[in-house]
């Protein structure tokens, strides 16, 4: 009798993939104003990132289910990163659909709109999971549709639908350079199977080769925000929902710099060190590029944009450093990343709904809301880069992996970026606790899960900062 039981380390999978369909049929049977598919929805999303933590770091290869489903201690990792942003995503989310914000009205369909972000979660999983072109190609745009809905949430809110059709359009034209990357790499290889693509590769490269590396770089740069392929950043930041947004700029960025792991130190590892000039252009006209776009920027929403834009460019460093450091550093830095850029998100999402969201609205916020100031500088600061807070030593991890092959310029170059964006983070920093309070300004209030949900990531923002004093290696299972 054939066995159907399913592995333990695929269980989480299995469950995220499930759980979507669960929350929207709970729709079916309860009223508009039910709070069970929210509630049904935390049990889930806190389950399955337990359920995660509970499996055990897969030294070597990892574990294979149906030979083409891998599961390893990277992948563990990133699908921890992935649950954080979808269950933050979540909590973001509620006060939107209970009222409008930043002149907007409110959303509707919750328990859709929780299924829409564990769909785009599962996307990322799948991409982490992945072991031939086909599996990892679905992945991504399981990841990347879900994502054109959710800007459009909103369909009382013209912004919206004009932020989603400019993300369907650029995103329809970074697909197609997908697959014509994947077709060049098909085409060279021979084969659909990451091993036998990375046999091919270490064979011997060929024009067919770097054509297809240019396409699916081209294709990524789009999800990642990459320079040139970052126009669209701004516009759909600002335009779609702030929860979407939040999420839009960790999961999407998650699961981006998931796929350039996964092909880096894959199926094109042998010719690594020939794709590094490559990698390192764009990471410096990235970071860069990012860190001058945030100085013109009133819009709280735009500013985190070009925010987002040059933590890609920081990101992209530590691709150029050995897979073991290349990998510790992303997942320690997407784990810093994620707290800091929700807390920024949880701050201005306050803001939003009782005033707009601009700089102008946070004049005077230590003398109006003490906490809300806190918060707001710790998550400035630690995307900023200042000890002893997470973001300063996820940065020095990201240069480090740069640095121990050798890309002295690179780093130092990040380095002298990092202080334009020490300037512009400041500004907003100083708007709270320098400028005078704005006596036009509506005054701010705060719910009680507000004020729990700030609290957490605040202090998870400082813990992290510590970990690496707790431990020689933050994740043990890469120095199996």
Not at 11 to 30: A, K, M, S, T
Not at 76 to 97: H, I, N, T
Not at 273 to 288: E, N, Q, R, S, Y
Not at 365 to 394: E, Y
Request: glycine share 8%; with cysteine.
């Amino acid at each position: 009798m054939t066995n159907f039981a399913i592995p333990n380390f695929i269980l989480p999978d299995v469950l995220l993939l499930i759980f979507p369909f669960v929350v929207i049929g709970l729709r079916l049977f309860v009223t508009t104003q039910s709070k069970v598919p929210w509630r049904m929805a935390n049990i889930g999303f806190i389950a399955i990132f337990l359920l995660l933590n509970v499996i055990p770091l897969a030294s070597g290869n990892g574990k294979f289910f149906i030979c083409n489903w891998k599961v390893d201690d990277f992948g563990v990792l990133m699908r921890e990163v992935l649950m954080v942003s979808a269950l933050l995503g979540m909590w973001l989310s509620k006060d939107y659909f209970e009222h409008g914000a930043d002149k907007k009205p409110p959303m509707h369909q919750i328990a859709e709109f929780i299924g829409a972000i564990a769909f785009a979660t599962f996307g990322g999983f799948t991409v982490v999971s992945a072991c031939d072109l086909l599996t990892f190609f679905l992945g991504l745009e399981i990841a990347t549709i879900p994502m054109y809905a959710l800007a459009a949430w909103n369909k009382r809110d013209q912004y919206g639908s004009e932020a989603a059709t400019k993300y369907i359009l650029m995103g329809s034209v970074a697909t197609a350079f997908e697959l014509f990357g994947f077709s060049y790499l098909y085409g060279f290889a021979g084969s659909l199977h990451f091993n036998e693509i990375q046999a091919a590769v270490a064979s011997g490269s060929s024009p067919l080769l770097w054509i297809a590396v240019l396409f699916l770089f081209c294709g990524i740069g789009f999800k990642l925000t990459l320079f040139p392929f970052y126009t669209w950043a701004p516009d759909v930041y600002e335009g779609a929902p702030t929860p979407v947004t939040a999420v839009l700029s960790v999961t999407s960025k998650a699961t981006a710099i998931a796929f350039l792991v996964v092909l880096v130190y894959g199926p094109l590892s042998p010719i690594q060190d020939k794709m590094a000039p490559l990698i390192a252009l764009l990471a410096g006209v990235t970071l860069f590029v990012g860190n001058l776009g945030a100085l013109k920027q009133s819009r709280l929403r735009r500013f985190m944009a070009y925010s987002s834009i040059a933590q890609a460019g920081y990101i992209m460093v530590a691709l150029l450093g050995p897979a073991t450091t290349a990998k510790t550093a992303i997942i320690y830095y997407l784990f810093v990343y994620a707290v800091s850029n929700y807390l920024a998100f949880f701050v201005f999402g306050i803001i939003g709904h009782h005033r707009e969201e601009t700089f102008q609205s946070l004049r005077g916020l230590s003398k109006q809301n003490p906490s809300l100031a806190i918060a707001l500088a710790i998550s400035m600061f630690s995307l900023a880069g200042i000890p002893p807070l997470a973001g300063f030593f996820g940065k020095f991890h990201l240069f480090f992996s740069g640095a121990s092959t050798g890309h002295y310029a690179l780093v130092a170059f990040a380095v002298l970026n990092n202080v334009i964006a020490l300037f512009y983070y400041l500004q907003l920093i100083k708007a709270a606790w320098v400028d005078e309070p704005d006596g036009h300004l509506n005054p701010l209030r705060l719910t009680k899960r507000q004020r729990e949900v700030i609290i957490l990531l605040s202090a998870a923002v400082i813990v992290l900062g510590f970990l690496p004093f707790l431990s020689n290696n933050i994740f043990a299972g890469f120095t199996n």
